[in-house]
């Protein structure tokens, strides 16, 4: 398999995030920013690390910036540049963009100019510990779509304590299935209905998020 290639342009708190996480996955990563104290940082973590403004098509089209697989643009705070920068980008091509956005304004640009994914970090990371905060037990999330959920759920109720999940109806009960179960460091995989919980346990369950979120305060 032939590697994925990725350029990001602007390395702010966002943008150099995802550089380290994809130069730790292995990726090759390509980094464009105009301040050269930033791509100072990065030309040792980086596999390439250009001092440019992305704003001048010229540059994007030297770097050849049509032929990565997927460009990041991690601009954030200067909104006219992140607008021109994900549309030449798409004009020029590139398969695959990710764009951060500011606000939902913003969003809405983006997504019409025909940008692939559009995230808003702050917003996202604000839900995901909001949700923690509501309840400790939901461990961790993953939405599938609008309203449908994995999430990781610790078991606290001694209730449930050496009942399987036959027997406690779990899929009636609570709507939800169970994908697997943690306990300490082995995960049962597909459990059957005459597997057996114990408090501590963390079921993986997925279904409506309405759904995995009253089971999740129901252990509170
Ligand atoms: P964050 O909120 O993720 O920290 P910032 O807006 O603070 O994002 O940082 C964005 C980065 O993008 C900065 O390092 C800035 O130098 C860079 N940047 C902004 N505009 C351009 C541009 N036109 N071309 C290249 N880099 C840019």
Redesign the pocket.
């Known amino acids: 398999m032939t590697k994925q290639t990725f350029a990001i342009?602007?390395?702010?708190?966002?943008?150099?995030s995802v550089c380290k996480t994809l130069v730790d996955g292995g990726a090759e990563v390509l980094v464009?920013?105009?301040?050269e104290a930033?791509i100072n940082n990065y030309k040792k973590i980086a596999t390439q690390a250009i001092i440019?403004?992305?704003?001048d098509e010229n540059t994007l089209k030297s770097i050849g910036i049509r032929n990565f697989d997927h460009v990041i643009v991690?601009?954030?705070?200067?909104i006219q540049?992140?607008i021109l920068?994900s549309l030449m980008v798409k004009e020029l091509g590139v398969k695959h963009v990710t764009a951060?956005a500011q606000n939902k304004y913003h969003a809405r640009v983006l997504e019409k100019l025909g940008v692939d994914k559009v995230v808003r970090?702050e917003r996202e990371m604000g839900k995901r510990i909001g949700k923690g905060l509501l309840s400790e037990n939901m461990l961790d999330y993953l939405n599938l779509s609008a309203n449908i959920q994995v999430a990781e759920i610790k078991i606290t109720k001694p209730s449930f304590a050496n009942k399987d999940l036959a027997k406690l109806r779990f899929r009636n009960h609570y709507h939800l299935n169970v994908i697997a179960i943690k306990r300490n460091d082995d995960i049962i995989i597909s459990p059957r209905a005459d597997q057996k919980l114990l408090v501590n346990d963390s079921l993986l369950v997925v279904g409506k998020t309405a759904d995995v979120d009253h089971f999740s305060q129901s252990m509170s």
């Not at 440019?52 to 704003?55: E, I, L, V, W």
């Not at 991690?74 to 200067?78: F, L, P």
């Open positions: 342009i602007g390395l702010g708190r966002f943008g150099s464009i920013d105009k301040s930033q440019a403004d992305a704003q991690a601009i954030g705070e200067d540049a992140s920068v951060k970090p």
